[in-house]
């Protein structure tokens, strides 16, 4: 699904306005009216109410106004808080405005804290309440009057219906700096925001409906934007085919390198994970003196065991490595190889020694600490996949300031290095070396354990050895993570859930995705 910044929706509209010649009264009316047909919808139980519709003086409140004079026509009681001189509305809201007080519509406005002080002690107590105080082009913190109307609207404890966004959430970036309104239902237009899906203004945003408002869909396609968010259809749509005559030779061939002393575990899922993927075939190379561990504990991949130190591969695996990596399709490297600097040197010598397409996880990152510019010339991006922590470590940034600006840090990295970013987390963030943005929209706090990042390095793996390009792997292999994680919410709730679960989840969870068996 397609996520605009405020920049972008204004763009949108500007030039729908502009060089379309479509008024911009038509595009605010249908807003409008769109806005009371889906309060109609969601919350037929409250008519005729009283409703109380609170507004700004700018667009976002002339939405408003169209909404409150189509639904005094339908019998509910309106009340409109207006918190601004009505001389002081311009433009579009001035023309509704004028025709909502011709209407004789019961109208408040206020400019100050007596003033709405005043105007609440004279409105009827409201069973539902409609926010169009502020729209995507507010930024920063509310203050002053408005910060006290959201708050006295949150207090009321009635439900809220959000014109395009919860006032106080920021479009662009999902920050929320200061009072901000709790939406039951937000009525966006014309396509979804990034704050409405971005933590932490997602948790204000309740339902979201998107909602037609008359721009040509001929423009609305040259306005794509660079941010997506990933959902059941987005994902769907990139699982690879599996003709009927196939066999493993032609699901592709994944080689993991992973495992060491303490460690094995994470080789294991990871491998496993490769297979589960759909992947024909995974070999594992680990180290020698490990490697009875993984012929005991895995049954349908192979190992390939290669020297090492102390339970860490060396340097002097290179040659037979590299070897391996010949009738291979794609390389995931990392899971739990340990830190040791000949760990890195190995993995920098595999990575000038073939092109494969890559996902590269945990362990793995440390050699960017020393070669920042390492994925340039790689024919195919790599697909890297820190957590924050990995990722304040690759920047020698606080965690904190990666979490404040992950959007931006994610792209930044991507573009700078060449790379497909991988950034874990709560809706994680997967950015493309053309600074496209998608944001993912399945899992749950059950992922918060220990080896489900080496599952998802191994199916993203095996999905980039079955032909996938790197952006879609990992978009796909994200998703597919989640969702797994997601059907298992019934059985295992949000804590308990190991990594092997999540293993034998996930072909349960693309039959479900491409059955279409959706809750």
């Not at 311009?90 to 519509?105: I, V």
């Not at 590269?360 to 050699?367: C, Q």
Request: proline share 6%; net charge negative; aromatic share 4%.
């Amino acid at each position: 699904m397609r996520l605009l910044t405020a920049i972008e929706m204004r763009a949108l509209d500007r030039e729908a306005i502009e060089q379309w010649g479509l008024p911009g009264a038509v595009l605010m009316e249908n807003a409008g009216r769109g806005v009371a047909d889906q309060l109609e919808e969601a919350f037929a139980d409250l008519w005729p109410g009283p409703l109380l519709i609170a507004a700004g003086k700018g667009n976002n409140g002339g939405d408003g106004f169209v909404a409150a004079r189509h639904l005094q026509n339908r019998g509910w009681d309106v009340s409109v808080l207006l918190l601004a001189d009505p001389e002081d509305v311009a433009g579009d809201a001035r023309l509704y405005l004028d025709l909502l007080q011709r209407s004789g519509a019961d109208l408040h406005p206020v400019s100050d804290g007596a003033a709405l002080l005043a105007s609440i002690a004279e409105l009827p107590t409201p069973v539902l309440v409609v926010d169009a105080l502020l729209g995507t082009g507010f930024s920063g913190t509310v203050s002053g009057l408005y910060a006290e109307v959201i708050d006295w609207i949150n207090a009321l404890g009635v439900p809220v219906l959000a014109v395009d966004l919860p006032s106080g959430i920021d479009a662009s970036s999902g920050a929320v700096s200061g009072p901000a309104i709790q939406a039951e239902l937000t009525v966006s237009f014309e396509s979804a925001k990034v704050g409405h899906v971005v933590a932490p203004a997602a948790d204000y945003v309740g339902d979201l409906s998107v909602i037609d408002i008359g721009i040509p869909q001929a423009l609305s396609f040259q306005h794509a934007g660079c941010h997506h968010y990933i959902d059941v259809e987005a994902a769907t749509e990139l699982f690879p085919e599996r003709p009927l005559d196939g066999h493993k030779g032609i699901f592709g061939h994944l080689l993991v390198v992973a495992g060491s002393t303490g460690k094995t575990g994470a080789g294991i899922l990871a491998a496993e994970a490769g297979l589960r993927s759909g992947a024909g075939l995974v070999t594992l190379a680990c180290p020698a003196s490990l490697n009875v561990i993984f012929e005991v504990k895995l049954t349908e991949v192979m190992t390939a065991p290669l020297p090492d130190a102390g339970g860490e591969l060396t340097g002097e695996a290179l040659p037979e490595l590299t070897l391996h990596c010949e009738g291979k399709q794609a390389l995931c490297v990392g899971p739990g190889l340990g830190t040791g600097t000949p760990v890195s040197a190995l993995i920098r010598g595999l990575l000038a020694a073939t092109d494969l397409p890559l996902v590269l996880d945990a362990d793995g990152l440390n050699v960017l600490a020393s070669n920042g510019k390492l994925f340039r010339h790689r024919a195919v991006p790599a697909v890297l996949t820190p957590h924050p922590g990995e990722m304040a470590r690759l920047l020698n940034l606080p965690v904190a300031t990666v979490m404040a600006d992950r959007l931006g840090i994610a792209r930044q990295f991507a573009v700078e290095h060449g790379v497909v970013l991988v950034l874990k987390g709560v809706q994680t963030v997967i950015a493309a070396p053309d600074g496209t943005l998608y944001l993912n929209g399945s899992g749950n706090p059950a992922l918060a354990t220990g080896g489900t990042g080496d599952v998802l390095a191994g199916l993203i793996g095996g999905l980039l050895a079955q032909g996938l390009d790197p952006v879609s792997a990992a978009v796909l292999g994200v998703f597919w993570h989640g969702y797994a994680a997601d059907g298992l919410l019934d059985t295992i709730g949000d804590a308990g859930m190991l990594a092997s679960d999540l293993l034998r989840a996930l072909p349960t969870a693309r039959r479900v995705l491409l059955q279409g068996e959706i809750e």
